[in-house]
């Protein structure tokens, strides 16, 4: 059973820095890729930024040059590195583990408990 930790959210200003982390654990003979999503109040839930298993990495247009997705295999461990922050990026942030079949499909099979990002102005 694949199990996912996130944490590293806090309360930052307009501008500031955070990095999300997401430990990863139970995947042993499986191989997934990996992602981020968020979920601001009122707000469906959207995809941020994703990386597959040979480490290619997609952004949301609106994070695109200010978020970088990372993942270190030998610390089981998937990390979101968040720049120059917006009131918009304020949100619940999820880690997901999508389990590759050929392909990363859409949908995560597996998601982290989320870890709250408020960017203040």
């Known amino acids: 059973q694949v199990q996912l930790t996130d944490s590293g959210g806090d309360s930052v200003q307009t501008g500031g820095s955070l990095r999300l982390s997401c430990g990863v654990s139970?995947?042993?003979?499986?191989?997934?890729?990996m992602a981020w999503f968020r979920q601001a109040p009122g707000k469906e839930r959207e995809e941020v930024a994703r990386?597959?298993?040979?480490?290619?990495?997609t952004y949301a247009a609106s994070v695109q040059g200010r978020f970088t997705i990372s993942r270190a295999n030998a610390e089981n461990a998937l990390y979101l590195q968040m720049n120059d922050l917006k009131p918009e990026d304020t949100a619940v942030y999820y880690c997901?583990?999508?389990?590759?079949?050929?392909?990363?499909?859409?949908?995560?099979?597996?998601w982290g408990q989320g870890t709250q990002v408020t960017v203040s102005s």
């Open positions: 997901a583990a999508l389990e590759y079949l050929g392909y990363c499909p859409r949908t995560p099979d597996v």
């Open positions: 139970g995947y042993i003979g499986r191989r997934f890729c």
């Open positions: 990386i597959d298993i040979s480490d290619k990495t």
